[in-house]
C-alpha cells in the first residue's frame, strides 16, 4: 500500500518537474539552455550524500545490534548511491561534452562524487566476495563505516585543492536567480526526493525477500 | 548445549565431522562469539573480562599457530611476553627438553616436519600454565613418540589439577586418559557419562558409526 | 604495551631474517620512480611541481605490497589466531601491527627518498628532512587504514588484489595532503601548508581512534 502511494507520488512529481525544467522555467541568460540540466544534477548530487549518511546509520545500526535489517538498509543505501552518483556523472559529462566543450572536469564537486561512488563501488565489491551473510555484513559495516568517516575528509581536502588550483567551476549560471527558477528547483528536488523514497522501499523489500529465499536455500542444503 | 566441567576433568568430546566440537572448542577459547548463551571459565565471564580469561586458557589446533621464520625458543620468548610469563627463559628451555626439541631449538620452524611441528605446539599451549586446556583432534598426524609425549604430558597436567577438553575421532585414545565422555550430534550434547562406563562404547557406536539421529 | 611492543619486536625479527618486506617495498618505488621519468619528460621548473605526485605514488603503491607482506605473515599457519588467543586486546593488537607496518614503510621511503631527489635533480638541504617529516605523517595515515583494511581483504578469495580497491578510495585525503604539503615544500610557497598538516594528523587520529574501536569485528570468525 505504501509502495502504491510512493510510486504513484513519484511519478505525479516527476511528470510536474518535467514539465517545470523544459518549458516552466526561463532561459537563463548566460548559458541558455544548457542550465536547465542543474535542475536534475543539484538534487542528483545531494542524494549521493543522502545514501552515503544512511548507509553510516546502517553500519552503526548493524554493528552495535548484530541484526541483518541493518544490513540490507545499508546495502540498498548504497546500491542507490551507486546508480544516482552514476546516472549524475554520466549525463553530466554527456551534456557537457557538447555544451562546455570537455568531457570531464575536475572540480570539487565532481571529483567528490566520483571517489564517493568508488566507495560505494568498492563496499559492492568486497560484498560480493563473501558468501558467508554474517561474515559479509560485518566487514561490509566496517568497511562502510571507515569509507563513510572518510566522506568528510573528502571534502576538506578537496575543497582545499581546488582553492589553491582553481579551475574554471561549471555552475548554475550567474545571472540571478528568478522566483520560477527556485520553484523548478524545488519541484525538482521533490520529485527526486519521491523517487528516492520509492525505490529505496522497493529495493528494501526485494532485498528482504532475497535473504528469505537464500536461508531456505541454507535450509534445504542441510537436509540433504 | 549446556555443559558444566569441573576442576581438574578431563573431557572427552566426539562427534561426526560438522557436529560441531571444533566450534564449541573455539568459543570456549574466546575466539568465536556464541550467538547466544553465557560461558564462565573459573567464575570469569568471557563477554566481560575476555583477556582475564584468554589468561587461563591454553588452546592447541591442527594449526600450530607459529611463526615459520621464527625458531622454538623465539616463537616461545613471543608468546610468552604476551601472556607475561614469569622466569621466561628457564621456562623455555624446560619445555623445549620436555617436548624433546633440544637440538633443533635454534632452527626455523620452517624447516620442522608435522610432529616437530605439533611438539612446539604443545609447549607453546603449556607454557603460560593455563588452567583450561583445550584441545581440537591433538592426535592427528603424530608419529608414536610424539603420541606418547602427548599423553604423558596431558597426565602430568591432570595430576597438577588442569581441566582439559579434547576432541578426537579416536575413541580409544579419547577414553584413555578421559574421566567423562561427551557425544554431540549438530550442535546439542546426544550422550553424556563416565570414560570407564560400556554405555559410552555403545553410545559412541550407536552415534558415530551408524550415525542416525532419531 | 609490553605486548604491543613484542607484536613490533617479533616482525622486525622475522623482517631482518626473510627481508621480503622491505626489498619488494624498495623495488616497487624505485621502479614506479624510474617508470614515471619516462611518462613525463620536463624541464627544471615543472618537475618541482610534478615530483611529488610522482613520489607519492610510489609511496602509495609500495605500501600496499608492504601490507600484503605483512598480512600473508600473519595468515600463514593461522597466526593470528594465536594472536586473538592471548590476553591482549584487539585494539592493542591493531595498534601493534600499525606500528610495525609503519617502521617497515619508513625504512623502505627513507631510503628511496635519496633517490627521489637525485632523479629529479633536487638539492640536498633541509628541504629533504621536511618532505621526510612529511611523509611520516602520510605513511602513518596510510598504515592506519591499510593495516585494517588487509584484514578485511584477508577474508575474500582475491585478498591481495582486493586491499587497493578497498584502500585506494579511502586514503584519497591523504595522499592529496602529502602531495601539496610536499610540493609547497619543494616550491618554496608555503603558506597553505598548516591546513594540509592539520588535515594529514586529522586523518590520523580518526583512523587509528574508529579501527582501535572496530577492529575486533574485522578478526572475529
Known sequence: ?224 | ?214 | MKSMSAIIFKDIVIEMRNKESITSMLMFGVLVLVVFQFAFETTNVERELLAPGTLWVAFSFAAILGLNRSLAMETDNDCLQGLLLAPISRGDLYLGKVASNFIFMMIAEVIVLPLFVVFNNLDFNVKLLEVAGIACLGTLGIASVGTILSTISANTRIKEVMLPVLQIPLTVPVVIASVEATREVLTGDTRGISSWLYVLAGFIIVYLTASYLVFEFAVEE
Open chain 2, 1 to 214: 548445549m549446556t555443559l558444566s566441567v569441573k576442576r581438574g576433568e578431563f573431557l572427552a568430546l566426539f562427534g561426526r565431522n560438522g557436529a560441531g566440537k571444533t566450534t564449541f572448542l573455539k568459543i570456549v577459547a574466546t575466539l568465536v562469539k556464541p550467538t547466544h548463551g553465557r560461558l564462565r571459565i573459573e567464575g570469569i565471564d568471557i563477554r566481560e573480562e575476555p583477556e582475564q580469561a584468554r589468561r587461563r586458557i591454553g588452546f592447541l589446533s591442527h594449526n600450530t599457530y607459529l611463526y615459520r621464520d621464527l625458531t622454538p625458543i623465539e616463537n616461545l620468548r613471543f608468546f610468552g611476553r604476551l601472556y607475561d610469563v614469569q622466569d621466561l627463559d628457564d621456562r623455555i628451555h624446560q619445555l623445549i627438553d620436555r617436548v624433546g626439541l633440544q637440538r633443533r631449538a635454534s632452527d626455523p620452524v620452517r624447516s620442522f616436519s608435522r610432529g616437530l611441528h605439533q611438539r612446539l605446539g604443545l609447549a607453546r599451549v603449556m607454557l603460560h600454565d593455563p588452567s583450561l586446556i583445550l584441545l581440537d583432534e591433538p592426535y592427528t598426524g603424530l608419529d608414536a613418540n610424539a603420541v606418547d609425549t602427548l599423553n604423558q604430558m596431558l597426565d602430568e597436567a591432570i595430576a597438577a589439577g588442569k581441566t582439559i577438553i579434547l576432541t578426537t575421532h579416536d575413541l580409544e585414545q579419547g577414553l584413555r586418559s578421559a574421566s567423562r565422555a561427551v557425544i554431540i550430534d549438530r550442535g546439542k550434547i546426544v550422550f553424556g557419562g563416565s570414560a570407564g562406563d560400556p554405555a559410552t562404547r555403545e553410545a559412541y557406536s550407536q552415534y558415530i558409526r551408524v550415525g542416525v539421529t532419531p
Open chain 1, 1 to 224: 500500500m505504501k509502495l502504491k502511494v510512493l510510486a504513484i507520488l513519484t511519478f505525479v512529481s516527476m511528470l510536474t518537474a518535467l514539465y517545470m525544467i523544459f518549458l516552466y522555467a526561463p532561459r537563463e541568460t548566460l548559458q541558455g539552455d544548457a542550465m536547465r540540466i542543474f535542475y536534475i544534477h543539484v538534487p542528483l548530487a545531494i542524494t549521493g550524500y543522502v545514501s552515503a549518511f544512511l548507509l553510516f546509520i546502517g553500519v552503526v545500526g548493524f554493528l552495535r545490534t548484530g541484526d541483518l535489517k541493518w544490513d540490507r538498509f545499508g546495502e540498498t543505501a548504497a546500491a542507490l548511491g551507486v546508480a544516482f552518483i552514476s546516472a549524475q556523472l554520466i549525463t553530466g559529462s554527456l551534456w557537457a561534452r557538447p555544451i562546455w566543450g570537455p568531457w570531464w572536469v575536475w572540480d570539487s564537486r565532481t571529483t567528490l562524487q566520483l571517489v564517493l561512488d568508488l566507495i560505494f563501488i568498492a563496499y559492492f565489491m568486497l560484498r560480493s566476495y563473501l558468501p558467508d551473510p554474517q561474515k559479509r555484513a560485518k566487514l561490509s559495516a566496517v568497511f562502510g563505516l571507515l569509507g563513510m568517516i572518510d566522506v568528510p575528509m573528502n571534502y576538506l581536502s578537496i575543497y582545499l585543492f581546488r582553492t589553491q588550483h582553481p579551475q574554471p567551476v561549471i555552475s548554475p549560471g550567474g545571472g540571478g536567480v528568478a522566483p520560477e527558477m527556485a520553484l523548478t528547483m524545488t519541484a525538482s528536488f521533490i520529485a527526486v526526493g519521491f523517487l528516492y523514497a520509492y525505490l529505496f522501499n522497493r529495493r528494501l523489500a526485494i532485498a528482504k525477500v532475497e535473504e528469505e529465499v537464500d536461508y531456505l536455500e541454507q535450509v534445504m542444503l542441510a537436509h540433504e
